[in-house]
């Protein structure tokens, strides 16, 4: 399935109040009164529907375990359907109470620690911005049982949180430098003149004879 | 010590190039003037974002500059920041560490750099002790001490020494400085600590698996050589730190020094990101030259058509 934001055309962090008036927008879009029984784009509008609707639930299903776990900016449940030692380690980890699962952690002893042994400490580490070392913990649980989701799924939502670091740099307004964003280099500018003259060409006119 | 906190020059106006070259400069002078002749040789361009960020805390008037002669550069006269507390502090601060580096060098090189360094080490031990921090100077050496404790341990976590190196460098952005404003350089600095011990011993990690040192990445990664995702990994983790230091930065006060932020953010997205260039994967430079090669050709098709027109 698709990133649910971008079904919606929403950031990440647009309040609930966004996302709510983004998917009633949507909705009204695509609802099935628009698109009468003769409509050849019937089941179309529909899927579309049924993709905004999932995504709308998702997004709030999302935040709502967010709120309840109080966890930080990842809004993972580390409960997950782990038995033995663990569950109790993640029900300490759900509630913050990240010494003491720590201490858990490190009484089980090395022989049994499993990959989601590595797993849970990486979330410790994390929370103690040792994330190097967290990070390491992270691929060794990966690597000990590749098919795992949730841990895929932790490596991968961190590593997309540091992507894109930088980009600000140049699109800072208001720092005494003019914004040199990617739309107005010299490049673009040309392109959107020869595109310009496609057009004006396509009616008859002519915005730049010599092209 | 400082590792290579520079930032990408092409990426700067003439303005902020010549205002970074005057503090440092001025940073150099400093040195002369409060650390003794000759303490100003072994300084670097690293000191210079210290001083920078710094300034915006302790400076509320002008910053002045005036055209001057160095001996390092006799024949013409350069622009280089007038005195004032910030670049006083930073060269003081600089002798300590420069000081410290040293002994460590002494003690981990081989034969020939140490035949290098030693003719340094009394010029340099004096530059410290004129510098006149002594409670900066506890800390540094303080930390430094566990540090080394940590790496005659072997400890296999790169955060834990990193963090004692982060405590040492927050202590340097904070030294002297009180209330909100010293926890922002406290943070700032602790980040950039990490972030400098972290991408050097991950820059060493070939090297030091080569010869056999230590190196707490390699212990992390039993010795083997770096995947490209163990490195995605790791680069994941230092931009971590960057992030923090964002953080940190946009609660400096620049007001409307703008030259001032424009280096310090300069350094901080551009310059940290080309430190930690060598994570990089090597497909991925090959795919931009071919991108661009493509774009080019492009355009001479562009032209070729507009001709025949």
């Known amino acids: 399935m698709r990133d649910p934001y971008l079904v919606l055309g929403v950031s990440k962090d647009a309040t609930d109040d966004e996302i709510k008036s983004a998917y009633r927008e949507l909705a009204k879009k695509y609802h099935p009164d628009n698109y009468k029984d003769d409509n050849p784009l019937k089941d179309l509008a529909s899927e579309k529907m049924q993709e905004i609707n999932a995504a709308y639930d998702q997004i709030l299903k999302e935040r709502e375990n967010a709120k309840k776990y109080g966890s930080s900016s990842t809004g993972y449940s580390y409960t997950g359907s782990s038995t033995g030692p663990y569950a109790n380690i993640r029900i300490l980890l759900s509630n913050r109470k990240f010494k003491d699962a720590e201490r858990e952690l490190f009484n089980i002893p090395t022989s049994d620690r499993t990959s989601e042994w590595h797993y849970l400490i990486s979330v410790v580490l994390m929370q103690k911005g040792r994330v190097n070392d967290a990070m390491r913990e992270l691929e060794l649980a990966c690597t000990m049982d590749p098919s795992n989701v949730e841990y895929q799924m932790a490596k991968q939502e961190f590593n997309k949180a540091q992507s894109g670091y930088g980009s600000t740099y140049y699109g800072s307004a208001g720092n005494g430098r003019a914004g040199r964003s990617s739309a107005d280099d010299a490049c673009n500018c040309c392109a959107n003149l020869i595109c310009l003259d496609c057009l004006c060409e396509c009616f008859g006119g002519d915005l730049i004879p010599c092209l | ?309």
């Open chain 2, 1 to 309: 010590m400082f590792g290579y906190v520079k930032p990408v020059q092409s990426e700067l106006l003439v303005k902020e190039y010549e205002f970074y070259r005057a503090t440092y400069c001025g940073i150099c002078k400093g040195m002369k003037k409060h650390t003794g002749v000759l303490s100003n040789i072994t300084l670097s361009y690293d000191s210079v974002l210290l001083a920078l960020v710094r300034m915006l805390f302790v400076e509320d008037g002008c910053i002045s500059a005036k055209m001057d002669r160095c001996i390092a550069h006799p024949l013409k006269k350069r622009c280089m920041l007038v005195q004032n507390p910030a670049i006083e502090y930073t060269a003081r601060a600089f002798a300590i560490l420069t000081h410290y580096k040293l002994l460590d060098d002494i003690k981990d090189e081989g034969v020939g750099k140490k035949m290098l360094v030693l003719p340094l080490r009394p010029i340099v031990k004096s530059g410290a002790k004129k510098a006149g921090i002594s409670e900066l100077e506890e800390v540094i050496s303080d930390r430094l001490k566990r540090i080394n404790e940590l790496e005659e341990r072997k400890v296999s976590s790169v955060d834990e020494p990193a963090e004692l190196f982060g405590e040492l460098l927050g202590e340097v952005f904070a030294n002297g400085i009180s209330d909100s404003d010293a926890v922002v350089l406290r943070e700032f600095g602790f980040h950039l600590g990490k972030f400098i011990y972290a991408a050097d011993a991950a820059e060493d990690y070939d090297e030091d698996r080569k010869k056999g040192r230590y190196n707490p990445y390699l212990l992390l990664y039993d010795g083997k050589p770096l995947t490209e995702e163990n490195k995605k990994s790791i680069k994941s983790a230092l931009i971590y730190e960057c992030r923090r230091m964002e953080a940190a930065v946009n609660l400096m006060p620049f007001g409307n020094r703008y030259t001032i932020e424009n280096i310090v953010k300069n350094i901080i997205y551009l310059g940290l990101v080309k430190r930690i260039e060598f994570l990089e994967p090597k497909e991925i430079t090959q795919t931009e030259k071919e991108g661009t090669q493509n774009e080019r050709s492009v355009f001479s098709t562009r032209s070729v058509k507009g001709r025949n027109r």
